[in-house]
């Protein structure tokens, strides 16, 4: 174990702070010194100091309390938007590139199409027609992502399907579901998993952008894009309220690539450069 | 080359149908029609009146007789009128908005590349050494900064504390007593920060690219021949191996695009652009239908010129494309 993480330096950094964002988000009620939605008139824009770490905002609200509740939010949309992607991505890419021919020609012109919409306009304007939402936000991320896995997952299988035990599977008979699900898909795991973690890493950069927009996470909930908003709006005054909401959302992101780029490197050490 | 590009073109055809078609569908997925919306609780206006205005709109047809008509007005670029007070034409709104997104996209993407290319290349021929080492830190930086907040950061100390440049709008206050050079370096200098914000996503990836193609041409047989036939390393580096390694650079630009159109919305908010991306964060929270459709439609167009252009400069780059040769 020891060893893997000296030879891994990447892989190591990020698994550490993907760990620790997730108990800080996980244990939040008990670490948070505030209740992030009391509002307090007598502690508005406080510089920080030791009672209030990171300050407080235009309504007295602790800004470190509310940005550990925030860690909440911006992780359960980056884990279920993932989650929806991967889950379409997967089925799309498996059908196509296990039956291949038109099936595989349809498929992949549909993911063409949808990947000449910018993402983030395609993003906003299903917001626009729906009302954000913690749920419309993982939903509308998971069904707007799925094409980048889609394409990844199809070309591994088409790889996947001129191995011999493929064929050997297939002269003896085995059903196309069972040969996708226990045979195939398996061997593609590795840069499946790759992908998933680098898009939670895009996730909570997408709903972070989305609340700085207003159309994400609705106050009084906290999400650091909102706490962003609100330092936007005060910058002359309040430079607590833009600068630390923006590195926990730095660091979050970081996170998440490192141990992607490590298992990459992992499952692929012919790409290790 | 014009057959080439001829046929790239007409190869668009069917992806731009199918660009309509989702457009058309996400329209009407929308719960609740634009005509009614808002009617239904109104007194005043009768079932008879709700369905004039449906019949006005044509909302009473079937859908693939609404698609057909909707698609005929969009060939002639008739994106319909706007649902907000003014009611002007949708295309002329997007118009009027356009160049602003245009200007800061294309100095992006030119701040990209003459960033993101002697970076990229320099990294690969002095690999893993401090130079290499520094620029991957600062290349997963880049990757997870959230745009907007370095925006912020880059508004509070070059705008307000050291107030070098402007950190909103693109023209000063008095820009219409200046002269036409002043003028342009006071729209340069609004430009400068959103430029940058934009492009920061585009530097690290590109860069990063530009590493790993380099590394793999270095690698390639005829660099080998060339090391062989004594030809010195920075002829090799700089003469031979950054022509074939800036190749697939072409193509990377042109995916490149949706993102930064796409990030435009929060670039032009953030800086109080007047540009395509600001007007469609305005259409949305009007809930204009027509205006959010008429810019998503068109930032989808803009991707597959974007992706034409870029493949009809790497065909021009490199014969063996157009000519139908394997590379």
Not at chain 1, 221 to 239: C, E, V, Y
Not at chain 2, 136 to 146: R, S
Not at chain 2, 158 to 169: F, K, R
Request: net charge neutral; glycine share 10%.
């Amino acid at each position: 174990m020891r060893a893997m993480f000296r030879q891994q330096p990447l892989f190591t950094v990020g698994l550490f702070i993907v760990i620790g964002v997730i108990v800080l988000a996980v244990f939040a009620p008990w670490l948070a010194p505030y209740d992030p939605t009391h509002v307090n008139v007598r502690t508005i824009l406080l510089s920080p100091s030791w009672a209030h770490w990171c300050g407080t905002d235009t309504l007295g609200r602790d800004v470190f309390s509310r940005m550990l509740y925030g860690a909440r939010v911006s992780l359960s949309v980056g884990l279920v938007a993932v989650g929806i992607s991967m889950t379409m991505g997967i089925v799309f890419g498996a059908v196509a590139g296990f039956y291949g021919g038109r099936i595989d020609a349809l498929l992949m012109r549909a993911t063409d199409m949808v990947l000449c919409f910018p993402t983030f306009f395609l993003i906003l304007a299903v917001i626009a027609f729906l009302e954000p939402s913690v749920w419309n936000i993982m939903i509308v991320i998971g069904l707007t992502s799925w094409m980048g896995i889609a394409r990844l997952v199809r070309a591994e299988f088409l790889s996947l399907k001129q191995r011999e035990y493929i064929l050997a599977a297939q002269s003896l008979g085995v059903s196309p579901l069972r040969m996708i699900w226990a045979y195939m898909l398996p061997n593609a795991m590795g840069p499946i998993l790759v992908s998933a973690v680098l898009g939670v890493a895009g996730a909570v950069l997408v709903e972070s952008g989305l609340s700085f927009l207003g159309l994400g996470v609705q106050p009084p909930d906290p999400s650091w894009g909102n706490i962003l908003t609100d330092g936007k709006d005060n910058i002359q005054i309040a430079w607590w309220l833009s600068f630390y909401p923006g590195i926990a959302i730095l660091i979050t992101v970081l996170g998440y690539n490192l141990l992607g780029e490590g298992l990459r490197d992992i499952f692929d050490p012919r790409l290790r450069s | 080359m014009l057959r080439y590009s001829l046929n790239r073109l007409l190869s668009m055809l069917p992806l731009l149908l199918g660009i309509t078609l989702i457009s058309f569908a996400m329209m009407h997925l929308a719960p609740g029609e634009p005509s009614v919306l808002g009617q239904q609780f109104n007194p005043k206006v009768s079932a008879q009146d709700v369905e004039r205005l449906r019949e006005y709109y044509g909302l009473n047809e079937p859908l693939h007789e609404q698609y057909w008509h909707w698609l005929k007005r969009l060939v002639v670029l008739d994106f319909g009128h706007s649902l907000s007070g003014d009611a002007r034409p949708v295309l002329d709104k997007i118009m009027e908005r356009l160049p602003v997104t245009l200007w800061v996209n294309v100095l992006a993407i030119l701040l990209i590349m003459l960033v993101a290319i002697p970076v990229g290349v320099l990294s690969a021929v002095h690999r893993d050494g401090f130079w290499d080492r520094s620029m991957t830190v600062l290349v997963f930086i880049g990757f997870a900064i959230p745009s907007f907040w370095l925006g912020l950061l880059l508004m509070l100390a070059l705008g307000v504390n050291l107030d070098w440049l402007p950190i909103s709008g693109i023209h000063d206050y008095d820009w219409r007593q200046m002269s036409l050079w002043q003028q342009g370096i006071d729209f340069l200098q609004h430009l400068l920060l959103p430029v940058f914000v934009s492009a920061i996503g585009g530097v690290a990836g590109m860069s990063r690219f530009m590493r790993s193609g380099m590394l793999e041409v270095i690698r390639a047989d005829y660099i080998t021949t060339a090391r062989a036939m004594g030809y010195d390393d920075t002829s090799i580096h700089y003469k031979l191996a950054l022509k074939n390694a800036i190749l697939p650079i072409i193509t990377l630009l042109g995916l490149s695009i949706p993102g930064l159109i796409g990030g435009s919305v929060i670039v032009e908010y953030l800086f109080s652009l007047p540009g395509m991306g600001r007007l469609f964060y305005e259409a949305i929270l009007a809930r204009d239908y027509t205006v959010v459709m008429g810019i998503t439609v068109m930032g989808a167009v803009l991707t597959l010129l974007g992706n034409l252009l870029a493949d009809i400069a790497y065909a021009w780059a490199d014969p063996r494309t157009r000519h139908g040769v394997a590379t």
